[in-house]
């Protein structure tokens, strides 16, 4: 996920793409931008049109294989209609989404996060999140000097201030030569 989003500031999160129609009456395939999003909990999308979020019901969703999700929305009725959406970006208002636990976040709270280690020297700022297959990497830019990726991972990120608006690391040996 890379940050600002264009509706981010309208209380909408980025959750995917329309990938194509899945059946013949209007279901869309969305490949999400979390593969392991709950989809039980979705019950509204909204549809990027012309930079306009339109609001659609979710009818239901439920996974599609390798990762991508078939939702029926109200109103996409037909599998025309459904292919006119293929490259959309689909997104969920942030009110809608679960409660992360203590030791988790949304990759969208963090975005634009301070970086600074233990010892207060500042890295730069949070500028795109990704899984590499064995934990979240934080991508962090320091104003041009270049970038410097943070393993999400338990011995390196000590504490996660989202009111402060920073995110403190322990630069463990090799991390940051």
Same mark, same amino acid.
């Given at each position: 996920?890379?940050?600002?989003?264009?509706?981010?500031?309208?209380?909408?999160?980025?959750?995917?793409?329309?990938?194509?129609?899945?059946?013949?009456?209007?279901?869309?395939?969305? @490949?999400?931008? /979390?593969?392991?999003?709950?989809p039980?909990?979705?019950?509204? #999308?909204? =549809?990027?049109?012309?930079?306009?979020?339109?609001e659609?019901?979710?009818r239901? =969703?439920? $996974?599609?294989? @390798?990762?991508?999700?078939?939702?029926?929305?109200?109103? =996409?009725?037909?599998?025309?209609?459904?292919?006119?959406?293929?490259g959309?970006?689909?997104?969920?208002?942030?009110?809608?989404?679960?409660?992360?636990?203590?030791?988790?976040?949304?990759?969208?709270?963090?975005? *634009?996060? $301070?970086?600074?280690?233990?010892? *207060?020297?500042?890295?730069?700022? #949070?500028?795109e999140?990704?899984? /590499?297959?064995? /934990?979240? %990497?934080?991508?962090?830019?320091? *104003?041009? @000097?270049?970038? =410097?990726?943070?393993? %999400?991972?338990?011995?390196? %990120? @000590?504490r996660?201030?989202?009111?402060?608006?920073?995110?403190i690391?322990?630069? #463990?040996?090799?991390?940051?030569?």
């Amino acid at each position: 996920m890379k940050a600002p989003d264009r509706f981010m500031s309208r209380g909408l999160i980025a959750f995917g793409q329309v990938v194509g129609a899945h059946g013949l009456h209007g279901a869309v395939r969305v @490949r999400p931008d /979390n593969p392991d999003c709950d989809p039980a909990a979705i019950t509204r #999308i909204f =549809v990027d049109r012309d930079a306009i979020a339109v609001e659609h019901r979710v009818r239901s =969703v439920a $996974r599609a294989g @390798r990762g991508s999700l078939k939702i029926e929305l109200e109103g =996409v009725d037909s599998i025309e209609q459904a292919q006119a959406l293929r490259g959309v970006v689909l997104y969920l208002a942030v009110e809608d989404l679960p409660p992360a636990s203590d030791k988790e976040f949304y990759y969208f709270q963090v975005m *634009g996060l $301070r970086v600074e280690t233990t010892e *207060g020297r500042p890295l730069g700022r #949070i500028e795109e999140v990704f899984f /590499n297959g064995a /934990n979240d %990497v934080w991508v962090v830019s320091n *104003g041009g @000097r270049g970038e =410097v990726l943070i393993p %999400v991972i338990e011995d390196v %990120v @000590r504490r996660i201030d989202l009111e402060g608006g920073r995110a403190i690391i322990e630069a #463990i040996p090799g991390l940051l030569d």
